[in-house]
């Protein structure tokens, strides 16, 4: 704040500090780490609410597209929306969006819900999840290099000029973000792998679609990018 008394500039502090202590000056605009280092030239390694952006959108083709426009209009979302993903927590209304332009029947319209996390459908939650995993996975191989390079990198940031060090921190912390949501879509998907059976057996709910689904999981990129271009509508629009 601005003292006129003092006709100086008062800054308050969140800790005590000593004389030679760094200190850092939160963003006031609540940007993330990559918008950080593209306009300022560094990263914040203990930033709580770094982001990345993921966008999704409905598919115009859709028979239902001008309900569920309906839908998420009603909620201040558009037709093609963007959606911060967090190191720490799951994006709720992303899954919500997701799930709703992957409805098929107009009675499931009536679950949807972006205030609380309710599943439509197990059909319906198990190709949301999936095709929200294979995305993630696309954009971690979209990488040269894995978590665990960067690490052994850092380890030896002495070597690295400033540049070279931000921009591998900035990296760093995009990919833990990834791994963080491709870990959290892996624990929402196991319960619904499989159901048991009376046999006592577990026998998966869309056996029919396993084979498509593993290959989205563990294909080649060439051809899971491909299907999940078909997936999503991609080509519909």
Not at 129 to 147: C, F, G, K, P, W
Not at 173 to 191: F, V
Request: contains cysteine; negative net charge.
């Amino acid at each position: 704040d601005y003292d006129e008394a003092t006709s100086s500039v008062v800054l308050v502090a969140d800790d005590f500090y000593t004389p030679g202590d760094e200190i850092k000056v939160l963003d006031a605009q609540g940007r993330s780490n990559t918008e950080l280092m593209l306009s300022c030239g560094q990263v914040d390694m203990e930033h709580a609410d770094d982001y990345l952006e993921w966008t999704t959108s409905l598919v115009t083709t859709d028979r239902l597209y001008d309900a569920k426009r309906e839908i998420v209009a009603s909620v201040g979302l558009q037709e093609e929306q963007t959606f911060p993903i967090f190191v720490n927590r799951f994006p709720q209304q992303l899954l919500s969006f997701i799930r709703l332009a992957r409805v098929q029947e107009t009675a499931e319209l009536a679950k949807i819900t972006f205030d609380r996390d309710v599943i439509v459908s197990e059909m319906n939650e198990y190709e949301t999840l999936m095709l929200m995993m294979s995305d993630v996975r696309e954009r971690i191989y979209a990488y040269e290099t894995n978590l665990e390079e960067d690490l052994k990198r850092l380890q030896r940031s002495s070597e690295l000029s400033t540049k070279e060090k931000a921009a591998l921190e900035c990296r760093f912390q995009e990919k833990q973000i990834l791994q963080a949501t491709m870990d959290a879509i892996r624990k929402r998907l196991n319960p619904i792998r499989g159901i048991p059976t009376s046999a006592g057996k577990l026998e998966d709910p869309n056996a029919d679609l396993l084979e498509v689904f593993d290959l989205m999981e563990n294909g080649p990129k060439r051809v899971v990018g491909g299907f999940l271009k078909w997936a999503r509508g991609d080509y519909d629009k």
